[in-house]
Structures are given as C-alpha cells and as structure tokens.
T-cell receptor
C-alpha cells in the first residue's frame, strides 16, 4: 500500500515568514494529494488539494507543489499569521488516501 | 452551514462493553469514511462506504469492529467488546459524489478503562 512520509514534525516560524512542509509518497499510482489543517480538539479541515495532472496550485497564501517523478509534494504558507498555528497533515493515494504523520506549526507573534 | 455531525463527542466505557459511534454525513454526500487517530499511529483509515455499500474495511479489526450505513443519513461504527487499546479519537468524514474531497466531523473521543 501507499506510504506517506512527512517532514518536519515540528516547525516554528516568526509571524510574516514563510513555512514549508514536505512529503514523499511511495506508490506511483497515487494521483490525489490533499492537505489538512487540524486545530486542537477539532477534526482535520481540508485546506487545499492537488491532482497528479497539475504541478502547482495556489490559493491566497497557500500553495502546493507536486513532483511526480521524485514522488515529492510540498505545502508552502506565505506571510504566516498566528492563526496558522496548527497541525498540518499531507495525504496521498488513489482510491483512498494515506496520511502523513503531521507537522505541528507554531507561528510566533 | 453543512457539516458532518458525530455523536457522542466523548465516551468513557469499561473494557468489554459495547460502544456505538454515530455519524451524520453532509446531506448529498455519497462517500463516508471512518478514521481513527492516536498519537502512536496517527490517522488510520478503518473503513469507507460509497452509496451506502462498504468498499474497503481492510483497516478495521474484523473480530470486534463493525461499520454500517443503515441509511444515507446515518453511519455507525461499533466496537464489541471494547478494549483499552481502542482508546482513540474516531473521525467520520464524508465526500461529495464524483469528487475526492473528504470533510471531517469533530470526532468521538473514546476512552476504554
């Protein structure tokens, strides 16, 4: 089955700086890669996703990139704000997705 | 505001007891997922349904777990008998027809003592 690895496990940035979270996947058949944000005591919230026929997707301060050849995908958050502090999960798969282990992002005011 | 509703939000039970968790997917969504989240294992897919039919329950311990969709507005996850290692947060998520997105509920925090 699919194996998704995520790095780093924790990330601290100053408010206004950028944050980058990286993931790798193992199954070349995977074609769907969502990213989720989970705040304390809540369920994961889908923030952006990318499909394998696209190399990059952007939504305001959030962008995702996908390198199918290297089986890498990344989340970029620009101009970080304190409310961006949360745990972020990448996921990947075909019929179903496998989640990464999460990155705890702390944005320091 | 459409959302996935899970009940109960918290459940404490004794080992050996039956536990039933319920989920109301977003109206019109035809795909339902059950996930379990623990510190050690992270988010694991237990089972998922499309149009109320089970498509994959390979992540679920078959001897004690069962998942059903009695109708399009209700999904259930049952554990019988429960064990302390079942303590986790159980999430239900639903997805719209023809799309890949999944929208999560708030979860049920289960503690088995």
């Amino acid at each position: 089955g699919e194996n998704v690895e995520q790095h780093p496990s924790t990330l601290s940035v100053q408010e206004g700086d950028s944050a980058v979270i990286k993931c790798t996947y193992s199954d070349s058949a995977s074609n769907y890669f969502p990213w989720y944000k989970q705040e304390l005591g809540k369920g994961p919230q889908l923030i952006i996703d990318i499909r394998s026929n696209v190399g990059e997707k952007k939504d305001q301060r959030i962008a995702v990139t996908l390198n199918k050849t290297a089986k890498h995908f990344s989340l970029h958050i620009t101009e970080t704000q304190p409310e961006d502090s949360a745990v972020y999960f990448c996921a990947g798969g075909y019929q179903k997705v496998t989640f990464g282990t999460g990155t705890k992002l702390q944005v320091i005011p | 505001d459409a959302r996935v509703t899970q009940t109960p939000r918290h459940k404490v039970t004794e080992m050996g007891q039956e536990v039933t968790m319920r989920c109301q997917p977003i109206l019109g969504h035809n795909t339902v997922f059950w996930y379990r989240q623990t510190m050690m294992q992270g988010l694991e897919l237990l089972a998922y349904f499309r149009n109320r039919a089970p498509l994959d329950d390979s992540g679920m311990p078959k001897d004690r777990f069962s998942a059903e969709m009695p109708d399009a507005t209700l999904a259930t996850l049952k554990i019988q008998p429960s064990e302390p290692r079942d303590s986790a947060v159980y999430f239900c998520a639903s997805g719209p027809q023809g799309a890949r997105e999944a929208f999560f509920g708030q979860g049920t925090r289960l503690t088995v003592v």
